[in-house]
């Protein structure tokens, strides 16, 4: 049995390592968990992550969740090119302080800005009040002026002059806001030269086949899904957005 990574591209972190696996030819069959049918809250998926979420990785017998545990764990089996996670251990350190950082940070700005701009729209009842997306978008500019300032500099990438999984890691995250009509890039010439050069690394069309799912979704509305999936897509919004 070979390599099975569990995944929906709607999901930053799943991008991350669909990226990361497709880029360096690693050979993997992709099963398709749909988080707004609920897929990762079913019985048959607890056997690979009991957690209930995605990614998730099994590797014959072996199971793994977090992406960043996935990401780290596909480097090391595939050998992959060094630039990805460096051997050098100062390199190395600032790859893991960025993977460290950013959770707490741009992970979390960016996923409010896009629940309450794309999502809140769909499963509330009432609109929230402006000063909720104000708020939102406040706190997002404030660390991605940190994310300039302590990560990227005046540097190609994050740690040099090539991609490292920070920068993945980052881009990711990133267009989460962008696709909910949030550009975060606009107005900040340094990120959006960043960006130019991830986007070539990567490959424009890997990347925007990655991306697809939010830049162009197929369904916008919340009619097709279970109501149970749905309410409980509901609650789940309002106890991230309180």
């Given at each position: 049995m070979g390599l099975e990574l569990y995944l929906d591209l709607v999901s930053q972190p799943?991008?991350?390592?669909?990226?990361?696996?497709?880029?360096?030819?690693?050979?993997f069959e992709f099963k398709h968990v749909l988080l707004f049918k609920g897929q990762h809250?079913?019985?048959?998926?607890?056997?690979?992550?009991?957690?209930?979420?995605?990614?998730?990785?099994?590797?014959?017998?072996f199971t793994l969740a977090e992406s960043i545990a996935i990401l780290l764990y596909l480097a090391r089996k595939f050998k992959t090119p060094d630039h990805w996670y460096p051997s050098d251990l100062q390199k190395r350190a600032h790859v893991d302080e960025y993977l460290?950082?950013?959770?707490?940070?741009?992970?979390?700005?960016?996923?409010?800005v896009f629940?309450?701009?794309?999502?809140?729209?769909?499963?509330?009842?009432?609109?929230?009040?402006?000063?909720?997306?104000?708020?939102?978008?406040e706190d997002l500019n404030g660390v991605?002026?940190?994310?300039?300032?302590?990560?990227?500099?005046?540097?190609?990438?994050?740690?040099?002059n090539e991609i490292s999984l920070a920068d993945l890691v980052a881009i990711v995250e990133l267009m989460q806001p962008?696709?909910?009509?949030?550009?975060?890039?606009?107005?900040?010439?340094?990120?959006?030269?960043?960006?130019?050069?991830?986007?070539?690394?990567?490959?424009?069309?890997?990347?925007?086949?990655?991306?697809e799912p939010i830049l162009k979704p197929k369904d916008k509305t919340a009619e097709s899904l279970p109501?149970?999936?749905?309410?409980?897509?509901?609650?789940?919004?309002?106890?991230?957005?309180?």
């Open positions: 799943c991008r991350s390592v669909y990226i990361f696996a497709k880029k360096n030819s690693i050979p809250k079913a019985e048959e998926f607890a056997k690979v992550n009991v957690l209930g979420k995605v990614p998730a990785l099994k590797d014959a017998d460290s950082w950013q959770h707490m940070a741009i992970r979390l700005c960016g996923t409010k629940l309450i701009k794309a999502l809140a729209p769909i499963f509330l009842d009432e609109p929230l009040p402006p000063a909720k997306l104000n708020g939102a978008v991605l002026k940190q994310f300039e300032d302590k990560f990227l500099q005046d540097r190609p990438f994050i740690v040099g962008v696709a909910a009509g949030c550009d975060v890039f606009e107005g900040r010439p340094k990120m959006a030269a960043w960006r130019r050069r991830v986007e070539e690394a990567i490959g424009k069309d890997l990347f925007l086949e990655a991306h109501p149970e999936v749905k309410e409980q897509l509901k609650q789940n919004l309002l106890k991230y957005l309180k």
